[in-house]
């Protein structure tokens, strides 16, 4: 895979150091919900090392709040997983289980019975714990933002096209994930940053800038997966197509995009000094999104490509071809069903 481009990023590598104890935990989780039914998927879950990602995202969160954080990425990828088969082409079958997790999002009290959904009600009720209203309505919008993506995707194929270049990154912005993993950055750390701190202009700017980055890092290394399952969802892909490049031309494209996102992340954190007074931000506020800017945005950039380098997810063991769309257990299938 094309993992060895050379890139620089100007922020410290974190690893949180309860790394051991969490691991032991999440695994715990996953089987309580049945969302491991063999030792091939317990073998293929840790070759993701979905741990490791979760301690480099969240490098300074303890206890409960690093649990539930962990456990979110876990579950990221095995929701995920769950579209790489006929589910992932068919917009009714993708449609069926979107809605059926968009549905704790609309009555938390419910009882679903399908593994997937179960464990999504486990992670929204431990979410919103402690948090508050404005929060928890911002967290759930970024969630239907991310299931809907899906659907939007699975039609997509289901008509045999493929995405333009302006369309790319607004669309994958929406279906990677990022926004309500910065949601639960907050969320585990145990602080909210204030309403008008994250609306405003610079901290927008770059949240969307840390999005664009995990999508092109994750194009990068996830090349050869969306190749062999012939997933027109990567950029790499698309300005081949688009601008007729060759893919070492593309994969050179995306590298440079993937590092000028770094480069603006890091002048608009230049300038913030300046945009406090400008804003009028108060003294926590400030402390706030100073907190927010090193354990969220520049963890989830730095944690991403260091974990992607050496992930098993992207290697030629993990990847299946699209001739194979058994290979995964149905989580979205109620369990006495399944």
């Known amino acids: 895979m094309p993992q060895d481009i050379s890139m620089h990023i100007p922020f410290p590598a974190r690893v949180n150091p309860d790394a051991a104890r969490v691991a032991d935990e999440e695994m715990r989780w996953l089987l309580r919900f049945g969302l491991l039914r063999s030792p091939e998927a317990v073998r293929r879950h840790r070759n993701g090392d979905y741990t490791e990602l979760g301690v480099r995202f969240h490098p300074a969160a303890t206890g409960e709040g690093l649990d539930l ?54 992670i929204w009720a431990r979410s919103r714990h402690g948090m508050s209203d404005l929060w928890c309505s911002r967290a759930e919008r970024h969630w239907h933002m991310y299931l809907e993506s899906y659907v939007t995707e699975a039609r997509r194929r289901h008509r045999g096209e493929a995405p333009t270049e302006a369309d790319y990154l607004p669309e994958r912005r929406r279906s990677i994930g990022v926004q309500p993993t910065l949601d639960m950055a907050e969320r585990a750390g145990h602080y909210e940053v204030p309403q008008r701190v994250f609306t405003s202009a610079p901290v927008a700017a770059m949240r969307q800038l840390v ?94 490509h260091d974990w992607a380098q050496q992930a098993g997810r992207y290697t030629a063991a993990h990847i299946i071809p699209a001739e194979r769309p058994g290979y995964l257990d149905d989580l979205g299938k109620p369990s006495n069903d399944a």
């Open 69 to 122: 954080a962990i456990e979110q990425q876990s579950w990221f990828f095995l929701f995920d997983d769950q579209f790489d088969g006929p589910r992932g082409d068919d917009p009714a079958q993708a449609q069926a289980l979107v809605g059926a997790v968009q549905e704790v999002l609309r009555h938390p009290d419910g009882q679903p019975r399908a593994p997937i959904v179960a464990a999504f009600a486990d």
């Open 211 to 304: 999005a664009d980055f995990v999508i092109l890092d994750n194009d990068l290394v996830s090349l050869e997966k969306e190749e062999a399952r012939g997933d027109p969802h990567n950029l790499v892909l698309v300005l081949r197509r688009e601008r007729g490049l060759s893919r070492d031309a593309a994969i050179e494209e995306v590298a440079r995009l993937r590092a000028d996102c770094v480069k603006a992340f890091t002048a608009i954190e230049d300038r913030l000094p300046r945009e406090y007074d400008r804003l009028g931000f108060t003294a926590v506020e400030k402390s706030l999104l100073d907190r927010y800017r090193h354990d969220a945005l520049r963890s989830l950039v730095r944690g991403v």
